[in-house]
C-alpha cells in the first residue's frame, strides 16, 4: 500500500505542479482604467464669488455646514435608520460572498463521506439464486465505507482567474453603489427638511399676512360705521382676509406630504417625528460657502456612481476572458482515499484501503459558434458598460454644473427679493397710513397688500430654494462618504 500510496502522491504533485505552470497566464485582455479629459468647470466662479457667513464644510459631512442642529440630527437619523441604505448593505454583503464563492472555484474541494448498509438478501433474485449455491452462504450482507474525496479543476486558460476577478469589481461596484445610496440618503433627508422649514416659513408669513387683512376689515369697517366707507370698501377688505386664508390648505398638505416623506426617509411611520420638527418651525437654514477647488477628474474620483460605472467596465472587461477561456481545453483531477469493508472489525486495516484517482480532460471541439457568440456578447458587454461610464462622467460635470448655476442665481433672486420686500412693506405702511388719513381709496391699500404678500411668500420659497440647491451641489460633488486617503491621492 506504501507503494502505491508514493506512486500515486508523485502522481497528483507532478500534474499540480504541471497545471500551477499551465496556469500561470489567463486569456482575454488585461484591463485598462479609462482615461477621461475633461477641462475646468465653466461656473465655478459664480459660486467662488458668494458672499456667506458660514464657511465651507469637509464634502464628507456637509450637512453640518448649515450650522442647523436639527438638520444634522434628521440626516443622522436618516443614515442610521434608512431602510433603502439597510438594503444597499445587505446587497454588499451578496456581492462580497458572490466574490468569495467565485475564489473558491480556484481551490480543491474535499468533502468526508461515512456509509453503513444492512441488506438481507433475497434468494430468488438473479445474484441471490446464483449465491445461494455457495456453502455458508449467508442471506444477510453489510458494508461499512469510510473515507474522503477531493476534485480540483486546474485553470488553464484563468477563465475562473478572471471569473473570481469580475466578481472582485461587482463587489466593489455594489460597495461603490453602497455609497452612492449613502449620499442620496443624506441628500433627501436634508431636501425634505429644507422644504419642511420653507413651508413652515410660508405658513407663518400667510397667518401674519392674515392677522393684518383682519386689522384692516375692522379698520373699513370702523370706518363705515362713522360713514367714511360703504359695503364695497368692507366687501373688498374681507375679500382680500379670504384669500389670504384660502391659500392656507395648500400650504398644509405640502407640509404635511414633506413630513410624512422625511419620516419614511428616517426609517419611522409617518407622524412620528412631526411634532419634533415643529419647534423654531420659521427658520430657513443659511448657506454655507462651498469649495470650488475640485477639478472635475477629482469629482469622478469622489462620485460613488462613477466609481461603481468603472467597477462594472472592469468586470466586463474580465468577462471576456472568462468567454475566451471555453476555446481552450479543461482538465480537472479528482481522488479519493477511504475504508471499504463488510465487517466493522476490518474496516480501518490495509486490506479494506481503496485509493482512487482520476483524471479528466474536456475540450469543446465544435459546438456551431456557440463559444464564438459568447465571446461577442462578451465584448459587447464591454462596449455598453465603456459608453456607460463616459455617459456618467458627462452627467456628473452636467450635474455639478447645473447645481453652481442653480445656487448662484437663486441666492441673487433672493436677494432682490429681499428688497422688494423691504420696499413693498414701507408702501404698504404708507398706504395704510395715507387710507386712514382718507387721501387714498381703499384699492390702492388692497393691491400694496396683496403685492406684499406675494413677495414675502416668493422670499421664503427662494430661500428654502437656495438651501436646497447648495444641497444639490453638495451632492454633485459627491459629498457624504470619506473619500479614502489612498484613492484622493490616485492619479
Known amino acids: 500500500m506504501s507503494h502505491f500510496l508514493s506512486r500515486t502522491s508523485k502522481a497528483v504533485i507532478g500534474s499540480l505542479i504541471v497545471g500551477a505552470a499551465l496556469a500561470g497566464c489567463a486569456v482575454g485582455p488585461d484591463y485598462v482604467a479609462p482615461k477621461t479629459e475633461l477641462v475646468p468647470f465653466h461656473n465655478k466662479d459664480a459660486v467662488a464669488s458668494r458672499q456667506t457667513t458660514l464657511a ?216 412620528t417625528y412631526a411634532t419634533e420638527l415643529g419647534e423654531n418651525a420659521a427658520v430657513i437654514p443659511d448657506v454655507p460657502a462651498i469649495g470650488t477647488g475640485d477639478q472635475p477628474v477629482d469629482v469622478l474620483r469622489r462620485r460613488p456612481d462613477i466609481i461603481a460605472a468603472e467597477r462594472h467596465l472592469a468586470a466586463s472587461n474580465e468577462q471576456i476572458g472568462v468567454a475566451i477561456a471555453d476555446y481552450y481545453p479543461k482538465i480537472s483531477l479528482s481522488g479519493a482515499l477511504g475504508f471499504d469493508s463488510i465487517t466493522s472489525n476490518h474496516l480501518f486495516s490495509a486490506k479494506s484501503f481503496q485509493p482512487v484517482g482520476t483524471g479528466a480532460l474536456q475540450w469543446r471541439l465544435f459546438d456551431f459558434g456557440k463559444v464564438d457568440a459568447e465571446v461577442k456578447q462578451a465584448r459587447g458587454a464591454y462596449g455598453e458598460a465603456l459608453a456607460q461610464y463616459k455617459e456618467a462622467a458627462l452627467e456628473a460635470t452636467e450635474d455639478v454644473e447645473n447645481a453652481f448655476m442653480a445656487l448662484s442665481q437663486t441666492e441673487i433672486r433672493s436677494q432682490e427679493l429681499q428688497q422688494e420686500v423691504v420696499a413693498l412693506t414701507r408702501a404698504r405702511d404708507l398706504s395704510e397710513r395715507a387710507y386712514r388719513a382718507g387721501s387714498i381709496t381703499l384699492t390702492d391699500v388692497l393691491d400694496a397688500d396683496r403685492q406684499l404678500l406675494v413677495a414675502r411668500d416668493d422670499l421664503d420659497a427662494t430661500k428654502a430654494d437656495a438651501a436646497r440647491a447648495a444641497v444639490r451641489t453638495f451632492r454633485s460633488l459627491g459629498g457624504g462618504w470619506d473619500l479614502p486617503q489612498q484613492v484622493a491621492q490616485a492619479n
Open 56 to 271: 465651507a464644510p469637509r464634502l464628507d459631512n456637509w450637512w453640518t455646514g448649515f450650522n442647523d442642529p436639527m438638520l444634522e440630527k434628521v440626516v443622522q437619523r436618516a443614515l442610521d435608520q434608512n431602510l433603502s441604505l439597510q438594503a444597499s448593505i445587505a446587497r454588499v454583503a451578496q456581492a462580497r460572498a458572490a466574490a468569495q464563492a467565485a475564489g473558491a472555484q480556484l481551490l480543491p474541494t474535499v468533502d468526508a463521506g461515512a456509509s453503513a448498509t444492512a441488506m438481507h438478501q433475497s434468494t430468488t433474485s438473479p445474484l441471490g439464486a446464483l449465491a445461494s449455491a455457495f456453502p455458508n452462504y449467508s442471506r444477510d450482507q453489510k458494508e461499512y465505507i469510510v473515507g474522503a474525496t477531493a476534485s480540483w479543476e486546474i485553470d488553464l486558460a484563468g477563465g475562473l482567474r478572471r471569473a473570481h476577478a469580475a466578481a472582485r469589481d461587482e463587489e466593489q461596484a455594489a460597495e461603490a453603489a453602497q455609497l452612492g445610496t449613502r449620499i442620496t440618503v443624506a441628500a433627501d433627508a436634508a431636501d425634505a427638511y429644507l422644504q419642511v422649514r420653507g413651508l413652515q416659513a410660508r405658513i407663518a408669513v400667510t397667518q401674519d399676512q392674515i392677522d393684518t387683512d383682519a386689522r384692516l376689515l375692522e379698520l373699513v369697517q370702523a370706518r363705515k360705521r362713522l360713514g367714511a366707507a360703504d359695503e364695497r370698501e368692507v366687501a373688498q377688505a374681507e375679500a382680500l382676509m379670504r384669500q389670504a386664508r384660502s391659500s392656507m390648505p395648500s400650504l398644509r398638505v405640502s407640509l404635511e406630504a414633506q413630513l410624512n416623506r422625511l419620516d419614511v426617509l428616517m426609517g419611522a411611520q409617518p407622524g
